[in-house]
């Protein structure tokens, strides 16, 4: 069974429309990272999540440590959001795992 | 711009080769993390460096090692190249450990094994 898993794999949407990614984990960890891949490979770090909610202009991440669960919302989802979304579980040894990632495209 | 630079951005060699890429963490940023990212793995956390000592390893070939030098800056040694070992190369650098510091990626560097 793998340590993370991202839902769904692929999401395409219409602009304007609100989007949620979802990422489960089945081990403890420090740290939740929300990474945004364009297709050009450049990657961006968008979160860095240990408790609670984070918010960033229309980008909002959330994580339940209970629960073992994150989500990644895009509210008013525009073009220039396409990109691959990956979650990466980070543990108190800075081992890093990789969730396989979410592509995302919205369309005009 | 994130401040983290990887150099060179892309290498093409041959089979049996070896190569050394080079990342330049943010100033001030203490830890610098290596990834790899191959078509059929997804990204894959490599190995990680503190103030200059090992910190993490993950799943890292014998055949890569890596250092981080007084500087800061460090090197991805990669020898013996297989034609599987074609990949996007990232590095990535934080302030400190876990849970302390946001990662900051290089562009990466695409390294071609023919």
């Known amino acids: 069974k793998n340590e993370v898993e991202q839902s769904p794999q692929n999401l395409t949407a219409q602009e304007g429309e609100f989007i949620t990614i979802n990422c489960s984990y089945s081990v403890g960890i420090s740290a939740l990272h929300w990474l945004q891949q364009h297709p050009g490979g450049g990657i961006v770090s968008l979160f860095m999540?240990?408790?609670g909610k984070k918010k960033h202009g229309r980008l909002i991440a959330t994580i339940n440590i209970q629960e073992k669960h994150s989500s990644l919302h895009i509210t008013a989802s525009h073009p220039r959001d396409s990109a691959v979304y990956i979650c990466a579980l980070h543990f108190s040894t800075d081992k890093l795992i990789f969730g396989t990632g979410t592509r995302l495209q919205v369309f005009p | 711009d994130s401040g983290v630079t990887q150099t060179p951005k892309h290498l093409i060699t041959a089979t049996g080769q070896r190569v050394t890429l080079r990342c330049s963490p943010r100033s001030g940023d203490l830890s610098v993390y290596w990834y790899q990212q191959s078509l059929d793995q997804g990204l894959q956390f490599l190995i990680q460096?503190?103030?200059?000592?090992?910190?993490a390893k993950g799943n890292i070939l014998e055949r890569f090692s890596a250092q981080q030098f007084p500087d800061l800056h460090s090197e991805l040694n990669l020898s013996s190249l297989e034609l599987g070992d074609s990949a996007l190369y990232f590095c990535?650098?934080?302030?400190?450990?876990?849970?302390?510091?946001?990662?900051?990626f290089g562009e990466g560097s695409r390294l071609t094994v023919l």
């Open positions: 990535a650098s934080s302030v400190g450990l876990a849970p302390l510091g946001e990662l900051f």
């Open positions: 460096y503190y103030n200059g000592e090992e910190r």
């Open positions: 999540l240990s408790s």
